[in-house]
Structures are given as structure tokens and as C-alpha cells.
């Protein structure tokens, strides 16, 4: 089939590679965001240039002559691999077997734009990936197909998205062209009464409650690691924890009750949470005995205010 390819950022670069790769399919185009000044160019975009593929970057999909180039591809199948402009109805039925769409949720679960972080923070135990035909809805649409991730105990966001469902992505995609080019893509309605919608977690979600349990928090920080962060206040300043792990906890909640040479503890309910990467403030992220060798804590010592 001709191919367009409308994505950004590493997801799009790595389903872009690995469909001409592949070797089946022809990308005719590939279409993202508009350079930001000052900043390198998108991977996919530099990908594409790489490979010798049209690069098209308009910043909305309604204008007749964003339509009128789109059509001049004569595609047969459009791919939306990771998108931040909206791409209506009139662009995505332009190519002949429509547009597909990726989404990092078991739909019509945990639509919107943090889909990953919500289910770590909340304790769910899995989580995975959609391929579905977008309708104007957000992440609405008829499924094509999913797949399951579990979330182990110690997983990350960053681990859930890199190790398991960006591979598993960029395979369900491949997958997903395979079906359509056979004539075999199902087209399965989501079902609305389980639907559930969560909007950005941003650094007002992240802040961390010291009387929260353990697991709580915990989970908190592993849902936010490395984006946004899950903080707390020491001293005045933002002190934001990344690795970390569920520990024995002792006295009042947001206490140091333990500092070793490579880590802290810090207090929370039913438990406590051993520290051992943080960021202070402005300054990048470093090991614990990094910071700790420049920012001595003692025992008892507050944090939270």
C-alpha cells in the first residue's frame, strides 16, 4: 500500500523505520509537527529525510490546500503515530482504506493525554496499547486491535512506555497495516459505559501527601517517574524524587527516619519510601549520595512544607 505517516517524536520515528524496514509497504509522505525554532529537527522528520521521504509540516489539517496535497499522495492508508494537531474527519478519509491511530491505554480506559501515569499511580496491575479508527472524538472510535502490558511492582512510567508498550506499539502497528492491506482490520465499537477520561498529570497532581500509605505515594512517584515528577518541599526549595522503593518507616509522616551512604527514608503512613534519586530545585537529577553529600540531612528533618 502507499503509505502517509503523520507522527512525531521517537514513536513516529521508529514506526516510520520499521515499516520500510519492513519493505511491504511504500511511505509516500510523512507529515508532523512545525519546527520549533531553536530546536533540532523532530525525528521523524529527520528520519524521513533520511530515507528520502516527502516531509510536510502544517500546522492544522481544515485549510483546502493541506487537503489538496494530502489527496495528491493517491494514499492508501493513513498512520497516526503519536499526534499533537488534531486531524479531522475531511483528512483522515482521504486515503482509500482510512486512518488508524495509536493510543497507550486498554480504550476506551484512561482516554486523554496522561494514559500511562494515571494507572501507576492508581496501583492497576495492567495496562497496554490501541490501534483504532479516530472518529472526532477524543480517542474515540472503532478498535482495530490491543494489546495487554502488565505493571509489575517496581515498573515506571518510563519502564511501562520504552519497554513495553513503545515495542509492542511499533509491532501492533505493523500488524495493524498487515490486516488492512488483507482486508481483514476489525472495526469493534468501544464500549461508552466503560469509558473513563483523565486529563494531564502535571506538577499539581505530582506533589506528594506524606500521610498518604506508603504504597500510595510509592506509586505516585513511579507513575510520575520521569514525567512530571513527583516532589515535596525541603528547606524552601522543590525537591523532586525519581527512583525510590518501598521501605520500613518510623515516626511522623515526611520525617527522615534513615540516611545511609547511598540513600534516605522518609516517612509516610504504614511505611516509608527509601530515596535514591532526586532533583533539587533547578539542577538536574542526581544519585542520592550525590545529593546528600551536598545537602546533609539529619534525622527528624521535615519535608512537605
Given at each position: ?158 519502564t511501562v512506555y520504552f519497554e513495553k508498550i ?21 472495526r469493534l465499537l468501544q464500549d461508552e459505559s ?112
Amino acid at each position: 500500500m502507499r503509505i502517509v505517516i503523520n507522527g512525531q517524536q521517537a514513536f513516529g520515528k521508529a514506526c516510520l523505520d520499521a515499516i520500510i524496514e519492513k519493505g511491504v509497504d511504500e511511505v509516500v509522505a510523512v507529515y508532523t509537527a512545525p519546527d520549533v525554532e531553536g530546536r533540532p529537527f523532530d525525528p521523524i522528520k529527520q528520519a524521513a529525510l533520511d530515507h528520502g521521504v516527502e516531509v510536510r509540516q502544517p500546522d492544522n489539517y481544515k485549510d483546502e490546500d493541506v487537503l489538496a496535497e494530502l489527496k495528491s499522495w493517491d494514499a492508501d492508508f493513513m498512520v497516526l503515530a503519536f499526534v499533537t494537531i488534531f486531524v479531522p474527519e475531511a483528512a483522515r478519509d482521504i486515503p482509500k482504506h482510512g486512518t488508524i491511530c495509536f493510543h497507550p491505554s486498554l480504550l476506551p480506559l484512561h482516554r486523554g493525554p496522561s494514559s500511562i501515569n494515571w494507572p501507576i499511580i492508581w496501583g492497576a496491575k495492567k495496562t497496554g496499547l490501541t490501534i483504532f479508527w479516530p472518529d472526532d472524538g477524543l480517542d474515540e472510535g472503532e478498535v482495530l486491535l490491543q494489546k495487554e502490558v502488565e505493571i509489575g511492582p517496581d515498573d515506571t512510567l518510563g519502564t511501562v512506555y520504552f519497554e513495553k508498550i513503545f515495542p509492542l506499539g511499533v509491532e501492533a502497528v505493523l500488524e495493524s497495516i498487515d490486516l488492512v492491506r488483507d482486508g481483514k482490520a476489525p472495526r469493534l465499537l468501544q464500549d461508552e459505559s466503560k469509558a473513563t477520561y483523565e486529563s494531564w498529570c502535571r506538577a499539581k497532581n505530582a506533589k506528594i501527601d506524606w500521610e498518604r500509605s506508603a504504597g500510595e505515594v510509592y506509586n505516585l512517584i513511579r507513575g510520575c517517574n520521569p514525567s512530571p515528577g513527583a516532589w515535596t518541599a525541603l528547606n524552601g526549595e522543590t525537591l523532586q524524587i525519581f527512583d525510590c522503593e518501598p521501605a520500613a518507616g518510623s515516626g511522623r509522616p515526611g520525617r527522615i527516619c534513615a540516611v545511609d551512604d547511598e540513600s534516605f527514608t522518609i516517612n509516610a503512613g504504614l511505611g516509608g519510601i527509601r530515596v535514591k534519586r532526586v532533583r533539587l530545585g533547578k539542577g538536574g537529577k542526581v544519585k542520592a549520595a550525590e545529593f546528600l553529600a551536598e545537602n546533609p540531612l539529619e534525622i527528624g528533618a521535615r519535608l512537605g512544607t
